[in-house]
């Protein structure tokens, strides 16, 4: 009989999650690392919402952002690299409060002060580290939204 320890099952998961990704052997749940790349409309939302909130302002992206930004949903994924935060919930019928505004971080980077990871490296919705590749958010202009990227392995920065 093999007995299998329990790091040994984490490291072989580690390695299928950093890979092409699998299904766990224990719940059956799909899991892969996703790289993420900071692309043209996430930079185009954290304009709209530094534009329209002001610093320190909360607002209510349903009910105030264009049709665009709301369909893109991108504005949510900018939390990864520190850029925007959602207000928390109180209604407990509701999923999500719907507000956000930047941060300092994404002031800053709006007014290309500051540089952040090109790419996250995202599992289970957390961010597990960033690329060492910085850029600046006229960077961000050259880059749209790939899907196939995404989806492919982690691969290198």
């Known amino acids: 009989m093999n007995i299998i320890t ?16 699998g299904h ?11 790289a993420r790349a900071i692309n043209k409309t996430m930079a185009q939302a954290l304009i709209w919402i530094c534009h329209n909130a002001g610093e320190n302002r909360w ?18 994924t ?15 019928k509701n999923k999500s409060s719907g507000i956000w505004r930047a ?8 007014k290309s002060k500051v540089q952040v990871p ?4 995202t599992y289970n919705g957390d961010v597990e580290g960033t690329s060492s590749d910085l ?5 961000c202009f050259f880059d749209t939204f790939d899907y196939q990227e995404v989806m492919n392995n ?4």
Do not use: M
């Not at 766990?24 to 996703?34: E, H, M």
């Not at 982690?154 to 920065?157: C, D, F, I, Q, S």
């Open 78 to 92: 900018l939390r990864w690299w520190g850029l925007v935060e959602k207000k928390e919930n109180d209604n407990p």
């Open 118 to 121: 090109k790419k996250v490296f």
């Open 154 to 157: 982690r691969g290198n920065n």
């Open 103 to 110: 941060t300092q971080l994404g002031f800053d980077f709006v």
């Open 135 to 139: 850029v600046y958010i006229g960077d």
């Open 59 to 76: 607002v209510d992206v349903p009910l105030t952002a264009p049709h665009w930004l709301v369909r893109s949903n991108q504005l949510s």
């Open 24 to 34: 766990c052997p224990v719940c059956d749940r799909w899991g892969k690392v996703y």
């Open 6 to 21: 329990t790091n040994e099952l984490k490291n072989e998961w580690r390695h299928t999650i950093e890979g092409d990704g």
